[in-house]
């Protein structure tokens, strides 16, 4: 009883929302109500007792595929008022055409007529002991291994063409070389500085990052750093020097 | 009492009753989690945080959540009204229903399901949602830039933290959640499969858009990201739903490596102490990590986020994942094998 | 019993080509620069091992019935591997030039073939399916490799967009097929339709859906509207390997999945193929009169050429089966050579493909000339040439089945299309000549010479291709 109330109420809410997806003036209005729709024909697979079904559904679907529809859709600026303009002149031929079709569909159905045979072929139902999740497996990789295979080289294929077609190598852009960054030891960056108390930095000039290559003066070295008296415009050369002698491009990017 | 449980209506109450009990501490939980926060941070960078609002800034996330109830909400001209509200409520009702699966202990689960790591899959994969949704309706080209950035890092780290939990489930033979923590019972999955628990954790950074990964807010570059033209209770509504999720994705790192309820070891002075509290205890290792990475670390830059997902867990996590696999064969400790 | 069943051996010519494809992908992406030139060669090698292991391999139904090697799929596969190896080698000195030097594409030809050659020993609807998928969607990406001209990149959308629809119709069928029979394998379908209070409407409907996204593979009228502007769009080494390989393995899935599981339905799909091969040939004779663009002027003649071939499928005999395959052999090889001859047209670096670009060519390049016209005049059916023999077969097929009205219709819409092949010879032998075309490659000359030889010469040797044709047209019929 419960079961077949949700059942209709699913089952209608997920009609609606596929109508509404068609309906829908706003084009992300539309992808919001099918979202809606995979959710709904989660819940029938649900009341089926798929639950692997439905939980990969709402995953691949709603948690991947609508994601990129969304993201596709809201950043597209299509102007939906012109596509939507021939609807009139269009309309005889779509319905005479969808008339066609459903005649063909009424005569299948009213044909149907399942071969006696064809009802021994079925798999059979999984084992009752185990979940459908194990049930699935099962034949996945045994049976159908070939097919499941053949799908991922599908997949793989996809992925191919996509790098394949758009990937574009920029000539300008700067790749970060992490292995280079990490390498780069603070001796090569940093220089400490004895500064004194109260003197602030003002007379010590303006400090750079060292080169790396080892035949510069190591710091305490240098006469201007140490001598708290020095002239002030001599530090400031001596700063300016530095800074000269400290002007490399770093190594990261 | 039994017996009304038992019926129809009965066992719609004891549900209702379950899911409060449950609720009511992650709500609180919540509010602390906000206050914790502020505290570590603090003692992190040698201050003293919140200390005004009652006893050690106690009440503090209460005088939060009365001011920004108090405050108007604001919606902005051209947003699109439904989905602008809509967006923080269901990042905040994904976070909750999320707990749904989760065994606080053996058999204290409101729904013990078959197939409840992919349900918690599910839900965290559907976060997403919230944050482009609140980008979009926002009418706003920073909310939109925010929207835009999570969703592609969020589908990103998704897929590298389904390859960590197939391996967590190739060791286990099962998707249902109290199996898995059982199968912890002589050894936690954090210490075999120590770097997919690292590679799991900082994924959970990413689906939580923290720090260092919170490129999706990026105060200094896209002022707020996608809740920039959210204020009061709509903002609140996203603040706690960042917090649940949080507690959320400990939740989930404890139950897959941590070994959800059971004590450590499974021997005596910490069998004493009973199973939630050691989840709880789990949990707040895990929130505390949460924060000292944001102490500690600067954000990445985009490009370095996308190298790591997709150029270092991706392939990493895959290959740990067949090793995992070819290991459990050779010694034939493949789980269940057959059933 | 479940390993005996399995019987994986039987697909190991597949196993290795995919095998391969993937191994050359990483060695591409790990070498960086330069390696296409390398790539294509290993792909060549890729191809002739599992052309060596197609020979030597073993015989059987393999995965519980879902595939199946036999003397058919032997056949068929070998002439897949000749075809792709072929244009592999038209695209070296094309790509080079056009600056399309790119180590996927040799790799896409590879996972391409090995979808072609599963659907080669397909004997369920979904490896079917699933062969025929990882066939296209390697192609639609093919189509589109020029990805900055924009002409390719149409012609990529173009294909990708009405083969989707394809794949749609042929699921629909597969669908309807399962519903009403109750299984996926062709030899259980075969078995239940043995008995003919079976042949529901629902089946019935479901094969016209299924041959309907099959036609569209072959180009057949009505599903041909993509393949001029395809043709024409693709670079041409693509267009080379559109023309051939893939052609052949849905032809060779359209034999099997007619004569197997849905050969008790002949009366049904007779009438059918007749009517799609009428269309085929007169669209394919009269559209290409018009034509001046040399690329789709091919498509028309393809299109033309897949009704000749389909006229054997409409006799249902096992000569006609027999015609089909003779013809695929000789129209894969033609096709080859008349690309090679069409990717060596080139002027000032640039690629020319107006017929009247052709001018001339007798004096300019006499070793050229004669090559094209070799082909044209094969094409156009003309004894002693190899095209002849393919029609030949399969008219003599069509009047011992008493389908006389096919084979006067082909026999005039020949007449008609030999005007337009012909016109192509008179242009380069009697036009006042152009400028002379640039060198062209090494490998074009090769494949040019080799089919070119082997079009003139066939009328030597015929017996081995026929009589290999004969044994796997015997498969078929069990």
Request: glycine share 8%; with cysteine; charged share 10%.
């Given at each position: 009883?419960?079961?077949?109330?949700?059942?209709?109420?699913f089952?209608?809410?997920?009609?609606?929302?596929?109508?509404?997806?068609v309906?829908?003036?706003?084009?992300?209005?539309s992808?919001?109500?099918?979202?809606?729709?995979?959710?709904?024909?989660?819940a029938?697979?649900?009341?089926?007792?798929?639950?692997?079904?439905?939980m990969?559904?709402?995953?691949?679907?709603v948690?991947?595929?609508?994601?990129?529809?969304l993201?596709?859709?809201?950043?597209?600026?299509?102007n939906?008022a012109e596509l939507?303009s021939?609807?009139?002149?269009?309309?005889?031929?779509?319905?005479?055409?969808?008339?066609?079709?459903?005649?063909?569909?009424?005569l299948?159905?009213?044909?149907?007529?399942?071969?006696p045979e064809a009802?021994?072929l079925?798999?059979?139902?999984?084992p009752?002991?185990?979940?459908?999740t194990?049930?699935?497996?099962e034949?996945?990789?045994t049976?159908?291994?070939?097919l499941?295979?053949a799908?991922?080289?599908v997949?793989?294929?996809a992925?191919i063409?996509?790098?394949?077609?758009?990937?574009?190598d920029?000539?300008t852009?700067?790749h970060q070389?992490?292995?280079?960054q990490?390498?780069?030891?603070a001796?090569?960056?940093?220089?400490?500085?004895?500064?004194?108390?109260?003197?602030g930095i003002?007379?010590?000039?303006?400090?750079?990052?060292?080169?790396?290559?080892?035949?510069?003066?190591?710091a305490?070295n240098?006469?201007?750093?140490?001598?708290?008296?020095?002239?002030?415009?001599?530090a400031?050369?001596?700063?300016?020097?530095?800074?000269?002698?400290?002007?490399?491009?770093p190594?990261?990017? | 009492?039994?017996a009304f449980?038992a019926?129809?209506?009965?066992?719609?109450?004891?549900v209702?009753?379950?899911?409060?009990?449950?609720?009511?501490?992650?709500l609180?939980?919540?509010?602390?989690?906000?206050?914790?926060?502020r505290?570590?941070?603090?003692a992190i960078?040698?201050?003293?945080?919140p200390?005004?609002?009652?006893?050690?800034g106690l009440?503090?996330p209460?005088?939060d959540?009365?001011k920004?109830?108090m405050?108007?909400?604001?919606?902005?001209?051209?947003?699109?009204?439904?989905?602008f509200?809509?967006?923080p409520?269901?990042?905040?009702?994904l976070?909750?229903?999320?707990?749904?699966?989760i065994?606080?202990?053996?058999?204290?689960a409101i729904?013990?399901?078959?197939?409840?790591?992919?349900y918690?899959?599910?839900i965290?994969s559907?976060?997403?949602y919230g944050?482009?949704?609140?980008g979009?309706?926002?009418n706003?080209?920073?909310?939109f830039?925010?929207?835009?950035?999570?969703?592609?890092?969020m589908v990103?780290?998704?897929?590298?933290?389904?390859?960590v939990i197939?391996t967590v489930l190739?060791?286990?033979?099962?998707?249902?959640?109290?199996?898995i923590?059982?199968?912890?019972?002589?050894?936690?999955?954090?210490?075999?499969?120590?770097?997919?628990f690292i590679?799991?954790?900082?994924?959970t950074?990413?689906?939580?858009?923290?720090?260092?990964f919170?490129?999706?807010?990026?105060?200094?570059?896209?002022?707020a990201?996608f809740?920039?033209?959210?204020?009061?209770?709509?903002f609140?509504?996203?603040?706690?739903?960042?917090?649940?999720?949080?507690?959320l994705m400990?939740a989930?790192?404890?139950?897959?490596?941590?070994?959800g309820w059971l004590?450590?070891?499974g021997?005596?002075?910490?069998?004493?102490v009973?199973?939630?509290?050691?989840?709880?205890?789990?949990?707040c290792f895990?929130?505390f990590?949460?924060l000292?990475?944001r102490?500690t670390?600067?954000?990445?830059?985009?490009d370095?986020?996308?190298?790591?997902g997709?150029?270092?867990f991706?392939?990493f996590?895959?290959?740990?994942?067949?090793l995992?696999?070819g290991?459990?064969?050779?010694?034939?400790?493949l789980?269940?094998?057959?059933? | 019993?479940?390993?005996?069943a399995?019987?994986w051996?039987?697909?190991?010519?597949?196993i290795a080509l995919?095998?391969c494809?993937?191994?050359?992908?990483?060695?591409?992406?790990?070498?960086?620069?330069?390696?296409?030139f390398?790539?294509?060669?290993?792909s060549?090698?890729?191809?002739?091992?599992t052309?060596v292991?197609v020979?030597g391999?073993?015989?059987?139904?393999?995965f519980?019935?879902?595939?199946t090697?036999?003397?058919?799929s032997a056949f068929?596969k070998?002439l897949?591997l000749?075809?792709?190896?072929?244009?592999?080698?038209?695209?070296?000195?094309?790509?080079?030039?056009?600056?399309?030097?790119?180590?996927e594409?040799?790799?896409?030809v590879l996972?391409?073939?090995?979808?072609?050659?599963?659907?080669a020993?397909?004997?369920?609807?979904?490896?079917l399916?699933l062969?025929?998928?990882l066939q296209s969607?390697?192609?639609y990406?093919?189509a589109?490799?020029?990805?900055?001209?924009?002409?390719?990149?149409?012609?990529?959308?173009?294909?990708?967009?009405l083969?989707?629809?394809?794949?749609?119709?042929?699921?629909?069928?597969?669908?309807?097929?399962?519903?009403?029979?109750?299984?996926?394998?062709?030899?259980?379908?075969?078995r239940?339709?043995?008995s003919?209070?079976?042949?529901?409407?629902?089946?019935?409907?479901g094969?016209?859906?299924?041959?309907?996204g099959l036609a569209?593979?072959?180009s057949?009228?009505?599903?041909?509207m993509w393949t001029?502007?395809?043709y024409?769009g693709?670079?041409?080494?693509?267009?080379?390997?559109?023309g051939?390989?893939?052609?052949?393995a849905?032809?060779?899935?359209i034999l099997r999945?007619?004569?197997?599981?849905f050969g008790?339905?002949?009366?049904?799909w007779?009438?059918?193929?007749?009517?799609?091969?009428?269309?085929s040939?007169?669209?394919?004779s009269l559209a290409?009169?018009?034509?001046n663009?040399?690329k789709r002027?091919?498509?028309?003649?393809?299109?033309?050429?897949?009704?000749y071939?389909?006229?054997g499928?409409?006799?249902?005999?096992?000569?006609?089966v027999?015609g089909?395959?003779?013809?695929?052999?000789?129209?894969?090889f033609?096709?080859?050579g008349?690309?090679?001859?069409?990717?060596?047209?080139?002027?000032?670096?640039?690629q020319v493909?107006?017929?009247?670009?052709?001018a001339?060519?007798?004096?300019?390049?006499?070793?050229?000339?004669?090559?094209m016209?070799?082909?044209?005049f094969?094409?156009?059916?003309i004894?002693?040439?190899?095209?002849f023999?393919?029609?030949?077969?399969v008219?003599?097929?069509?009047v011992q089945a008493?389908l006389?009205?096919l084979?006067v219709i082909?026999?005039?819409t020949?007449?008609?299309?030999?005007?337009y092949?012909?016109?192509?010879?008179?242009?380069m032998?009697?036009?006042?000549a152009?400028?002379?075309?640039?060198?062209?490659?090494?490998?074009?000359?090769?494949?040019?010479?080799s089919?070119?030889?082997?079009?003139l010469?066939f009328?030597?040797?015929?017996?081995?291709?026929v009589?290999?044709?004969e044994?796997a047209?015997?498969?078929?019929?069990?």
């Amino acid at each position: 009883m419960i079961v077949a109330i949700a059942f209709y109420a699913f089952a209608l809410i997920l009609l609606a929302s596929a109508a509404m997806v068609v309906t829908a003036r706003n084009p992300v209005h539309s992808v919001l109500f099918l979202i809606l729709a995979f959710f709904n024909a989660a819940a029938l697979f649900l009341i089926a007792g798929a639950e692997f079904l439905a939980m990969i559904l709402v995953i691949v679907y709603v948690g991947a595929v609508a994601v990129l529809f969304l993201f596709v859709v809201m950043m597209l600026d299509v102007n939906f008022a012109e596509l939507r303009s021939g609807y009139q002149r269009y309309m005889p031929v779509g319905a005479a055409i969808g008339g066609v079709l459903a005649i063909e569909l009424l005569l299948v159905v009213t044909g149907w007529q399942v071969a006696p045979e064809a009802l021994h072929l079925s798999l059979g139902a999984a084992p009752a002991a185990a979940t459908n999740t194990a049930a699935l497996a099962e034949v996945i990789y045994t049976k159908y291994v070939f097919l499941f295979q053949a799908a991922g080289l599908v997949l793989l294929v996809a992925m191919i063409g996509a790098i394949v077609l758009t990937l574009r190598d920029r000539k300008t852009s700067r790749h970060q070389v992490i292995r280079v960054q990490t390498e780069r030891s603070a001796a090569a960056t940093l220089e400490m500085v004895e500064a004194g108390i109260g003197a602030g930095i003002g007379t010590l000039g303006i400090y750079r990052p060292l080169p790396a290559t080892a035949d510069l003066e190591p710091a305490d070295n240098d006469p201007h750093a140490d001598d708290p008296h020095a002239d002030p415009v001599d530090a400031a050369h001596g700063g300016g020097a530095h800074g000269g002698s400290g002007h490399h491009a770093p190594e990261a990017r | 009492m039994e017996a009304f449980f038992a019926t129809g209506f009965g066992h719609l109450v004891l549900v209702l009753l379950q899911t409060l009990a449950l609720l009511i501490p992650l709500l609180i939980g919540v509010a602390y989690l906000t206050y914790a926060e502020r505290k570590v941070l603090a003692a992190i960078q040698l201050r003293k945080g919140p200390n005004v609002v009652g006893p050690f800034g106690l009440a503090q996330p209460f005088a939060d959540a009365l001011k920004m109830l108090m405050k108007e909400t604001i919606i902005p001209t051209g947003a699109n009204r439904l989905l602008f509200l809509m967006a923080p409520m269901l990042t905040f009702s994904l976070a909750v229903l999320a707990w749904a699966v989760i065994p606080v202990n053996e058999g204290w689960a409101i729904a013990d399901i078959n197939v409840g790591v992919l349900y918690l899959f599910a839900i965290s994969s559907l976060g997403v949602y919230g944050i482009i949704i609140a980008g979009w309706a926002s009418n706003s080209k920073y909310a939109f830039l925010g929207a835009l950035r999570s969703a592609a890092q969020m589908v990103s780290y998704e897929i590298s933290m389904g390859f960590v939990i197939v391996t967590v489930l190739v060791c286990v033979g099962s998707l249902n959640l109290t199996d898995i923590v059982l199968a912890q019972r002589h050894v936690w999955f954090c210490l075999p499969l120590f770097p997919m628990f690292i590679i799991f954790f900082i994924s959970t950074l990413a689906e939580t858009n923290r720090s260092p990964f919170d490129l999706p807010e990026g105060e200094s570059e896209i002022v707020a990201g996608f809740f920039v033209e959210y204020s009061a209770m709509s903002f609140a509504l996203f603040f706690l739903g960042e917090y649940a999720n949080m507690i959320l994705m400990s939740a989930m790192t404890t139950i897959l490596f941590l070994g959800g309820w059971l004590a450590p070891f499974g021997i005596e002075p910490f069998t004493w102490v009973p199973g939630p509290i050691w989840f709880i205890l789990k949990i707040c290792f895990c929130l505390f990590i949460f924060l000292w990475v944001r102490a500690t670390f600067p954000r990445y830059r985009y490009d370095q986020l996308m190298r790591l997902g997709w150029k270092v867990f991706l392939p990493f996590s895959m290959i740990w994942l067949v090793l995992t696999a070819g290991v459990l064969m050779i010694f034939g400790w493949l789980p269940g094998a057959g059933t | 019993m479940e390993a005996a069943a399995m019987n994986w051996t039987v697909a190991v010519p597949e196993i290795a080509l995919a095998l391969c494809a993937m191994a050359i992908l990483i060695f591409g992406v790990l070498r960086r620069q330069d390696a296409t030139f390398l790539c294509t060669m290993l792909s060549l090698g890729a191809l002739l091992l599992t052309g060596v292991l197609v020979i030597g391999g073993q015989t059987g139904a393999g995965f519980g019935g879902q595939f199946t090697a036999d003397a058919f799929s032997a056949f068929v596969k070998l002439l897949i591997l000749s075809g792709s190896a072929f244009a592999l080698l038209l695209s070296l000195d094309y790509n080079e030039r056009e600056g399309l030097a790119r180590f996927e594409y040799p790799v896409l030809v590879l996972l391409a073939t090995t979808g072609m050659m599963v659907m080669a020993s397909a004997t369920n609807l979904m490896t079917l399916y699933l062969g025929l998928e990882l066939q296209s969607l390697a192609l639609y990406v093919l189509a589109a490799f020029a990805r900055d001209t924009l002409r390719s990149s149409e012609a990529g959308l173009k294909y990708f967009v009405l083969g989707a629809l394809a794949s749609g119709l042929l699921l629909y069928g597969i669908s309807l097929a399962y519903g009403f029979s109750g299984t996926m394998d062709f030899a259980q379908i075969a078995r239940i339709l043995a008995s003919p209070a079976h042949a529901s409407a629902g089946l019935v409907v479901g094969l016209v859906f299924i041959l309907a996204g099959l036609a569209f593979k072959v180009s057949a009228v009505p599903f041909h509207m993509w393949t001029p502007d395809v043709y024409e769009g693709a670079p041409t080494p693509v267009t080379a390997l559109f023309g051939t390989a893939p052609k052949v393995a849905a032809m060779a899935l359209i034999l099997r999945v007619m004569i197997g599981p849905f050969g008790h339905l002949l009366p049904h799909w007779q009438l059918l193929i007749v009517l799609v091969s009428i269309a085929s040939m007169l669209l394919g004779s009269l559209a290409a009169i018009g034509q001046n663009n040399i690329k789709r002027l091919m498509a028309y003649s393809s299109i033309g050429h897949m009704g000749y071939a389909l006229i054997g499928l409409a006799a249902g005999t096992h000569a006609g089966v027999r015609g089909v395959l003779v013809y695929l052999v000789v129209y894969v090889f033609m096709n080859l050579g008349t690309f090679a001859c069409i990717i060596a047209m080139r002027r000032q670096g640039r690629q020319v493909e107006n017929i009247s670009d052709l001018a001339g060519l007798a004096r300019t390049d006499p070793g050229l000339a004669l090559a094209m016209a070799a082909f044209m005049f094969s094409m156009a059916g003309i004894p002693p040439l190899s095209g002849f023999f393919g029609k030949l077969y399969v008219f003599l097929a069509a009047v011992q089945a008493g389908l006389w009205t096919l084979a006067v219709i082909g026999v005039l819409t020949s007449v008609v299309g030999a005007y337009y092949y012909l016109r192509v010879v008179k242009i380069m032998y009697f036009d006042e000549a152009q400028p002379a075309f640039d060198k062209r490659g090494a490998s074009l000359s090769f494949v040019a010479a080799s089919t070119g030889l082997f079009t003139l010469l066939f009328f030597i040797f015929p017996a081995p291709f026929v009589g290999a044709a004969e044994a796997a047209a015997r498969v078929l019929f069990g």
